[in-house]
Nanobody, 115 residues
Framework: QVQLVESGGGLVQAGGSLRLSCAAS????????MAWYRQAPGKQRQLVAQ???????NYTDSVKGRFTISRDTAKKTVYLQMNSLKPEDTAVYYC?????????WGQGTQVTVSS
């Protein structure tokens, strides 16, 4: 089994920055996709950014130019650098890893952006 541990969330003022990290541990095969999702109160969980072994990176339109997803393959870690944060970015952020035929989810980390 694979475990994902997230960190880096917190409270920040609009225009500020945060960097989220998600580290995978345990036995894991080839990681095809690492991704970040977020879920705001009363909203469905939505993909924010992902990085794939072949497909490269992609972002939801609302974060393009502000967020950057990256990974350290050796450390089995994915990062989300979030700049120019806006109040609408407030949500619980979840990382996800797709390896083989299975998806693995982190516990979520709260990001709150004040206006």
């Amino acid at each position: 089994q694979v475990q994902l541990v997230e960190s880096g969330g917190g409270l920040v003022q609009a225009g500020g920055s945060l960097r989220l990290s998600c580290a995978a541990s345990g036995t894991i095969s080839l990681i095809y996709v690492m991704a970040w999702y977020r879920q705001a109160p009363g909203k469905q969980r939505q993909l924010v950014a992902q990085i794939g072994i072949i497909s490269g990176t992609n972002y939801t339109d609302s974060v393009k130019g502000r967020f950057t997803i990256s990974r350290d393959t050796a450390k089995k870690t994915v990062y989300l650098q979030m700049n120019s944060l806006k109040p609408e970015d407030t949500a619980v952020y979840y990382c996800k890893v797709r390896s083989g035929g299975s998806d693995y989810w982190g516990q979520g980390t709260q990001v709150t952006v004040s206006s």
